[in-house]
């Protein structure tokens, strides 16, 4: 018999699922990308409907409980995702910049120089 919160945490899970298909889809995700995502969704719907193998994993890993394992390797994949984010940023960042600087270079080799040299009048 399932409890309430396994109940909830399925539907999340098979909606997490269908939308990671839908980004395939619609090819917002690489395959890649979506192999992963699928493969984490499914790892957590095994630990919710077999709960008994987060214990095993526990064992294998030489931790105590099942949910400690789970913590432990949700932070690890967390901190992960997190500095794949900051690279993808500082990524974007230096593009933008590139971006930017041959934006201006263009417009000041098209825009004709203004007189910079006017006296000033008394």
Request: charged share 20%; aromatic share 10%; net charge positive.
């Amino acid at each position: 018999m399932l409890t309430s919160i396994q109940i909830v945490l399925l539907i999340f899970i098979l909606f997490a699922l269908s939308r990671v298909m839908l980004r395939l889809r619609e090819k917002i995700l690489s395959t890649q990308v979506a192999f992963f995502w699928i493969i984490v969704w499914i790892a957590a719907l095994v630990g919710i409907l077999l709960p008994a193998t987060t214990s095993k994993l526990a064992q294998f890993f030489g931790v105590g409980r099942g949910v400690d394992v789970i913590v432990y390797i949700s932070l690890t994949l967390l901190f992960y995702l997190v500095f794949r984010i900051y690279v993808m940023i500082e990524d974007l960042r230096h593009e933008i910049t590139e971006i930017v600087r041959h934006i201006a270079l263009q417009k000041t080799i098209k825009s004709p120089r203004k007189n910079r040299s006017k006296k000033i009048k008394k």
